[in-house]
């Protein structure tokens, strides 16, 4: 499976951005989500959703961002609204299988700049 990201960029504080993936192949009884990695700092979830719609949120993003996905398509969106500028980060694409068999994609990142 390979995953393409889009929507990254720069904003102001308090605006709003929205990041786009798509996959190649299947995502059938997979987490579609996004993580992301600041400078120094290790990645980390930041939202997640099953293919049964199930999503789980940071808690730093919670009741700003909006993950959702459209199975038929295989692709996955967050709507970042409330921007800060701690959200400046590296966003990766992922897509994970968590039972048998195991399997882990990621897609290249794309930058999101939020700007105080």
């Known amino acids: 499976v390979q995953l393409q990201a889009s929507g990254g960029g720069l904003v102001q504080a308090g605006g709003s951005l929205t990041l786009s993936c798509a996959a190649s192949?299947?995502?059938?009884?997979?987490?579609m989500g996004w993580y992301r990695q600041a400078p120094g700092k290790q990645r980390e979830l930041v939202a997640r959703?099953?293919?049964?719609?199930?999503?789980n949120y940071a808690d730093s993003v919670k009741g700003r961002f909006t993950i959702s996905r459209d199975n038929a398509k295989n692709t996955v969106v967050l709507q970042m609204n409330s921007l800060k500028p701690e959200d400046t980060a590296v966003y990766y694409c992922?897509?994970?299988?968590?039972?048998?068999?195991?399997?882990?994609?990621w897609g290249q990142g794309t930058l999101v700049t939020v700007s105080s």
């Open positions: 992922n897509t994970r299988r968590l039972i048998t068999p195991q399997a882990n994609y």
């Open positions: 192949g299947s995502t059938s009884s997979m987490y």
């Open positions: 959703v099953s293919s049964g719609g199930t999503t």
